[in-house]
């Protein structure tokens, strides 16, 4: 059986941050992905990214997947894509599979970078050819160049749906209406701003209540909520539409993370169910560390140095990387994500991290 | 224009209507809905339909969310055929 110093699981923004740090420390890295293409949602994201050079500002979603690839090559990651993970045993052995081969594999340390899935809605409908959720719209339009129709309603106002809304737009697609049930935009206002410049309506405090069309989707029903959610009655109105896109948040994607053993928690404004996890993404188990969206549903950048620091923490802890170093390395990448966790949107994912590092630490026994 | 279903569980073809008779009946977790509709035992392994068959049972019953979100995960955890397993059953020694 090949082993590997550290297995890590997803090649998304989190994956490719720790395959990095730990490969350019010496280590030899796995870095296995279910997808055809490395990247996870990197390759789909065609604006430009903002904050700090730190953080790529300036530079599109893609480019950043190119720089992140040409540094794992670099830093001797072996990649393999179209390979999905589909159970990790008592031993630590690590079971994966390609389309005509099932192996196994063993690395001392395995860092779980699993991503997230698109949280989804039920309603009279919901399966009808032109419900697509955001990511699938992203992979049609940006991926591919295929349009999904030509007249869509949003349904979110989160940055995902607010971003996917403009890039409808760009791909020449009206955009009838963006919903969002929460009585305010949820995104940033930079991209609230662009979408309604460019003269899309937000519905704020409405939601959706049927999609209908005889073999496709025709129309979709929309109707105000009040404070609570509850539907007002005599709100409901129809709008032509071809395309439904679901942008609902996500969910961290906990199988592996379970099946390895990690004490789990909850944590709604990170997304739902998520492994225990310290500062540095150790889990209750040893040897076993995530990152990303699993660890929390945050960004891009903040998922890529939360790779960066497990790959840091793996690296030291197998004796590639001096106390000082590591040490160095782990300070220069926590304050560029605590630089990430400020302000009205990021103190909020801030307070909910500090929640579950201090239930970590409580359930280690260790106190704060 | 015909009313059409509202799925939960799009794999399996389980409507909203069979979740909510299914609590009703006194499913109150992730597993004993699953046993009872066959919902998330479908191609994705409720990761789809895991939180909205949560989002159910806490509306119907008093089970509250995050409680109702536990459930069990076994291996494989995605698809997977068992030719495959049977083929390298010892593991392809690399």
């Known amino acids: 059986m090949k082993t590997y110093d550290v297995i890590v699981v997803g090649a998304g923004p989190a994956g490719l941050g720790a ?11 796995l870095l296995a992905d279910e997808n055809d293409q490395p990247g996870g949602q990197l390759f789909k994201q065609i604006h430009k990214f903002f904050g700090s050079h730190d953080h790529y500002a300036g530079t599109r979603g893609f480019q950043i997947g190119q720089q992140l690839l040409e540094e794992a090559a670099r830093a001797h990651v072996e990649i393999r894509l179209s390979t999905r993970v589909w159970g990790i045993f008592e031993d630590g052995t690590v079971s994966a599979c390609t389309e005509d081969e099932s192996f196994r594999c063993r690395g001392t340390w395995l860092i779980l970078a699993t991503g997230a899935t698109e949280n989804s809605l039920v309603f009279p409908g919901n399966t009808l050819p032109g419900v697509i959720t955001a990511g699938a719209a992203q992979t049609m339009v940006n991926l591919r160049h295929v349009r999904p129709g030509s007249r869509a309603v949003v349904v979110g106002s989160g940055n995902v749906g607010l971003i996917v809304s403009y890039q409808l737009l760009q791909a020449g697609m009206d955009v009838a209406a963006i919903l969002e049930a929460a009585p305010q935009v949820t995104g940033y206002a930079v991209h609230a701003g662009k979408v309604r410049r460019a003269g899309v309506p937000v519905l704020c405090s409405h939601t959706v209540l049927e ?19 509850r539907l007002i009655p005599g709100t409901e109105e ?77 690296a030291a802890a197998l004796g590639l990387l001096s106390t000082a170093e590591s040490a160095e390395r782990e300070r220069e990448i926590q304050s560029r994500i605590a630089a990430l966790r400020q302000g009205a949107f990021g103190r909020k994912r801030q307070t909910s991290k500090e929640q579950i590092w201090s239930r970590y630490h409580q359930h280690q026994g260790g106190g704060l | 224009m015909e009313r059409k279903n509202a799925y939960v569980c799009r794999c399996e073809e389980v409507t909203q209507e069979e979740i909510i008779a299914a609590i009703r009946a006194g499913d109150t977790t992730l597993d004993a809905v699953k046993r009872r509709t066959r919902a998330g035992m479908g191609f994705c392994q409720g990761r789809t339909c895991r939180r909205l068959v949560a989002q159910l049972i806490s509306a119907y019953s008093d089970v509250p969310f995050d409680t109702a979100l536990e459930g069990s995960v076994r291996m494989p955890v995605g698809p997977l055929s068992l030719g495959l397993i049977a083929d390298t059953a010892g593991g392809t020694e690399e």
Request: charged share 20%; proline share 4%; with cysteine.
């Open chain 1, 238 to 314: 129809v709008i032509q539409a071809d395309t439904l896109c679901i942008s609902v948040g996500l969910t961290p994607r906990w199988e592996l993370a379970a099946l390895c053993g990690c004490k789990m928690d909850f944590c709604g404004p990170l997304g739902g169910r998520l492994p225990l996890h310290s500062e540095t993404l150790e889990t209750t188990c040893p040897h076993v560390l995530v990152a990303g969206d699993l660890s929390g549903i945050e960004e891009a950048s903040t998922a890529l140095d939360e790779g960066r620091l497990a790959g840091v923490h793996a």
């Open chain 1, 211 to 229: 999609a209908r069309g005889e073999r496709e989707l025709e129309e979709v029903v929309v109707a105000q909520v009040d404070g609570q959610f």
């Open chain 1, 19 to 29: 395959a990095i740090e730990s490969g350019k420390a010496g280590a030899s890295v």
